[in-house]
């Protein structure tokens, strides 16, 4: 009994470290997402002057 604590100290922080790298994944996910949404509006207002792709291979 006393050789289990190592074991499941170990596997405890490797738990607490998973769930914290899951979370700010998706944390940073979402800030990406918000960001890009708020600047998309100021990006539409803006047209390209010239076209990405020329007209023979659309």
Same mark, same amino acid.
């Given at each position: 009994?006393?050789?289990?604590? *190592?074991?499941?100290? #170990?596997?405890?922080? =490797?738990?607490?470290?998973? *769930?914290?790298?899951? #979370?700010?994944?998706? =944390?940073?996910?979402?800030?990406?997402?918000?960001?890009?949404?708020?600047? =998309?509006?100021?990006?539409?207002?803006?047209?390209?002057?010239?076209?990405?792709?020329?007209?023979?291979?659309?």
């Amino acid at each position: 009994m006393m050789d289990l604590w *190592v074991p499941l100290v #170990f596997g405890l922080f =490797k738990i607490g470290v998973l *769930v914290a790298v899951i #979370f700010l994944s998706i =944390k940073s996910h979402r800030d990406g997402e918000k960001e890009e949404k708020r600047k =998309k509006p100021a990006d539409s207002m803006q047209q390209p002057s010239t076209p990405l792709m020329p007209r023979s291979l659309n």
